[in-house]
């Protein structure tokens, strides 16, 4: 039996290539939104005097594994790990912290002025269940400050944060904790298991691995009932050392002197292992009191004064960051009807009208780029009026016009696609005419 159309259509829709679960290409129609993004980041960088630092999307596993910690869900479920063909156990970075850090190791930037203030933006890699916001490649823009150990520090990184969502139009909120030394987080983590055991018959199975494994996780469990048990749990913030406890009323004081607003969040504990004192998640503020859980942070971050000199540093060497989620950002962005400026209008659109004028296009359109000019064209399309069709759609201000007349002539029709009046001038008076027309 003959196949229909459609069911031909059908097989080879099925046998196209697609990008993979939880990839997602960014098309240019989006570029309004990440190229704002990108421009707000950018600039806050600079305006804080950060410099740039890229690091290799791949990297050994053992950064990650020893950095982050085994027991994390990062480590142990959502990493990309394969052996290469030199028989190196290597990893997709899941995010770049850890790389920042053996960059300050490896170039020796602790020679530098401390601290050593870096940022960085690319893609990150987590084998994790995709859903809205969350995906298995991702951006994130982030800010690491090496050789710091002031509670101004933490503060200031803080109230950058806030100032980026300020300026991208998004209404955000800050909450902090603070999880102490490693010492201390290891006496309350006793503590909360002994709470959990006791509710034990009430928590769901993640919650009774987490109990064993990884307890801290307990507290931002999201099913309801756990999450009802947990909210009676012991503080952390009880346990702190003295030191740790310091450090976080300094901050709270900086922070209100500056005006940050915040929310204590004693529940917050981060899924990583390498910080300790200070933590953070920045959320979005849409007027409700619902509260918020981890899956809906635009930014987090926290202190991790232990890490440089866990991985070979110099001793004490105190460091504190955050990164942003862009994809999250973004959302949120839409979320909350931020409108990005829109791009750039191009200034002149080139048409063209036969073999020759297409041949004399090419190179007229090079001069007038070079000229300074913002030029688009459409030389793949053949009638005039489909070109200035185009000419209409991405709002160009005024058209050129060569056809195979104007080629023999040595003049080109430059018509203002505004009040549509066009003029037939001579082709070397092109660059001072547009100069005068788009002044
Ligand atoms: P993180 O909390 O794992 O921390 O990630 C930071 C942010 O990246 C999250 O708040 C979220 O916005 C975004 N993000 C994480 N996973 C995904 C995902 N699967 N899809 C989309 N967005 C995601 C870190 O990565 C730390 N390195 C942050 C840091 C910097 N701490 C100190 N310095």
Request: charged content about 30%; glycine content about 8%; some cysteine.
């Amino acid at each position: 039996m003959a196949e229909s159309k459609e069911g031909a259509a059908d097989k080879k829709k099925s046998k196209a290539v697609e990008t993979l679960r939880g990839m997602r290409d960014i098309l240019p129609d989006e570029q309004i939104y990440w190229e704002y993004f990108r421009r707000k980041a950018r600039e806050i960088a600079d305006t804080y005097s950060y410099g740039r630092i890229e690091t290799p999307i791949l990297e050994q596993e053992k950064l990650f594994s020893r950095t982050l910690g085994k027991q994390t869900d990062v480590v142990e479920k959502e990493m990309y790990v394969f052996d290469d063909k030199g028989g190196d156990k290597v990893a997709l970075r899941p995010e770049a912290t850890a790389s920042v850090v053996r960059a300050y190791i490896n170039h020796g930037m602790l020679n530098l002025p401390q601290p050593v203030k870096m940022w960085y933006m690319g893609p990150m890699f987590r084998y994790d269940r995709p859903q809205s916001g969350r995906y298995r490649q991702f951006y994130q823009y982030g800010l690491e400050v090496i050789g710091g150990g002031d509670a101004v520090v933490d503060a200031q990184l803080i109230l950058i944060a806030t100032k980026l969502f300020e300026d991208l139009g998004l209404k955000v909120k800050v909450e902090i904790n603070s999880i102490g030394t490693m010492q201390t987080r290891q006496e309350y983590k006793i503590e909360l298991v002994a709470y959990a055991r006791k509710n034990k018959k009430d928590l769901c199975e993640d919650c009774m691995r987490r109990m064993a494994k990884n307890p801290l996780r307990l507290l931002d469990c999201k099913v309801e009932a756990c999450h009802a048990i947990m909210k009676n749990a012991p503080q952390i913030v009880d346990w702190l050392d003295d030191p740790s406890r310091d450090h976080f009323m300094e901050l709270i004081e900086y922070l209100d002197e500056v005006g940050v607003p915040y929310v204590l969040n004693p529940h917050l504990v981060r899924g990583l292992d390498y910080y300790n004192r200070t933590v953070f998640e920045i959320v979005p503020d849409r007027g409700d009191d619902a509260e918020s859980g981890s899956q809906s942070a635009l930014a987090a971050g926290g202190r991790y004064d232990e890490l440089v000199e866990m991985m070979g540093g110099r001793e004490q060497t105190p460091a504190v960051g955050f990164a942003v989620g862009i994809e999250r950002a973004i959302l949120e962005m839409k979320q909350q009807n931020v409108e990005p400026p829109a791009m750039p209008v191009p200034d002149v659109f080139f048409a063209q009208l036969g073999k020759e004028a297409r041949r004399a296009s090419l190179r007229l359109f090079e001069e007038v780029r070079k000229a300074g000019f913002n030029v688009v064209e459409a030389f793949g399309k053949a009638s005039l009026k489909a070109q200035l069709e185009s000419a209409n759609k991405v709002g160009a201000h005024v058209a050129v016009i060569l056809g195979q007349q104007e080629v023999q002539d040595g003049t080109i029709i430059v018509r203002d696609m505004d009040s549509g009046s066009q003029e037939t001038i001579p082709i070397e008076k092109l660059i001072d005419n547009l100069k005068r027309i788009l002044k």
